[in-house]
């Protein structure tokens, strides 16, 4: 992708090299407001569109796992420790099996069919909520940081379900998603 | 362990013990009941900075390994590369006092595989989304700080080129 604004060849100026022609005189941050962009509603039509709001949702989901984390005390390291957990146990290594079951790329979120995503969503933030209603007294920051690592392990046992009932929403479309998972599944550990 | 005000630099004690908890975060996440030392007591932490970052007593070896370890962290367990920028690279360097490392770790994050990439996603997704934590003067000054450690290590044309590419993206976010 090249920059349109610049003639055919041109190469562009390395950005902020100097106090003069800053991406913000250039008008490329948007809002003059600090706050976050809300998603939008989504539009059926367009696939982008669809895309951003399922982008927000992410990143939205990501901003309250922090702001819970950190609400529970948690400092760099213990949110590290907590999301780390969370996707070497779950999401990482079990989303890395979703992707790979519709053969997709990783981390090639909005590429899944639209019900898995949703599903996909809803568990993050069930994983997320997991964590959030963990409460913590005044306890040494290792302390702290051990429980929430903790807390995260079985909030990826929530996540490996989902990612169960996202693979069968998808191969059985007509089946009641009630029915319990089978033992030997290999996320249903 | 908030070791430091805003805006107040880690006294050596405290730069020790935070390189402590980076270098234990990996055995945290495998198993939460892992003996939680300290950096003076932990021999087997103490032994892997000696080994590759030298001399225990010296501060520059403790910065080094605290550079190190932080960007390996950051690279393996925060794969959201919005938040990457705005939390680690941003909020909490200056939250919790170690915003004069953030040119070493940002210098050894981008020697890692694909480090590049992963700072200019996550710039291109803090302008695709907005902003969550922090400023635009914050973000401006991280972009201006990537330029300069990408010069040191003479990835600067790679950086201005992925910067570029943006363009387009960040000037349909303003319209």
């Given amino acids: 992708m090249s920059d349109p604004n610049l003639p055919e060849g041109t190469t562009p100026e390395p950005l902020l090299t100097t106090e003069e022609g800053t991406p913000e005189q250039l008008g490329l941050f948007g809002s003059e407001s600090n706050a976050p962009i809300q998603p939008t509603r989504r539009s059926r039509s367009r696939q982008a569109a669809i895309q951003t709001e399922f982008d927000s949702q992410r990143l939205d989901s990501y901003k309250s796992l922090v702001a819970a984390l950190r609400a529970k005390k948690a400092d760099p390291q213990g949110i590290a420790i907590a999301i780390g957990t969370i996707y070497k146990a779950g999401f990482g290594k079990a989303t890395t099996e979703l992707y790979t079951y519709f053969n997709l790329t990783t981390n090639s979120r909005a590429a899944l069919p639209e019900k898995v995503l949703k599903i996909l969503i809803v568990y993050e933030l069930a994983a997320q909520r997991r964590v959030d209603r963990h409460l913590l007294q005044s306890q040494a920051q290792t302390d702290i940081n051990r429980e929430l690592a903790q807390q995260c392990r079985i909030a990826t046992t929530i996540m490996r379900r989902a990612l169960y009932w996202a693979e069968r929403a998808e191969r059985l479309e007509s089946t009641s998603l009630l029915a319990e998972p089978h033992a030997d599944y290999p996320l249903n550990s | ?175």
């Fill in chain 2, 1 to 175: 362990m908030k070791s430091a005000a805003k805006g107040k630099t880690m006294k050596l004690a405290a730069l020790k013990e935070r390189t402590y908890q980076t270098w234990l975060i990996d055995y945290l996440i495998d198993d939460p009941e892992t003996p939680v030392q300290t950096a003076a007591t932990d021999l087997a932490f103490k032994s892997v900075v000696r080994d590759r970052f030298g001399d225990l007593r010296r501060k520059s070896t403790w910065a080094a390994a605290f550079a190190s370890l932080m960007a390996k962290s950051m690279y393996n367990h925060f794969d959201e590369r919005h938040f990457l920028i705005e939390h680690n690279f941003i909020e909490f360097p200056q939250e919790y006092g170690y915003n004069e490392y953030v040119p070493q770790i940002l210098e050894q994050f981008l020697r890692l595989k694909d480090g590049m990439v992963y700072i200019v996603s996550g710039l291109q997704s803090v302008l695709r989304h907005g902003l969550y934590e922090t400023t635009k003067p914050a973000v401006l000054n991280f972009v201006k700080l990537g330029y300069q450690v990408a010069k040191r290590l003479e990835l600067e044309q790679a950086f201005s080129n992925a910067m570029a590419e943006s363009l387009p993206l960040l000037t349909a976010s303003a319209a």
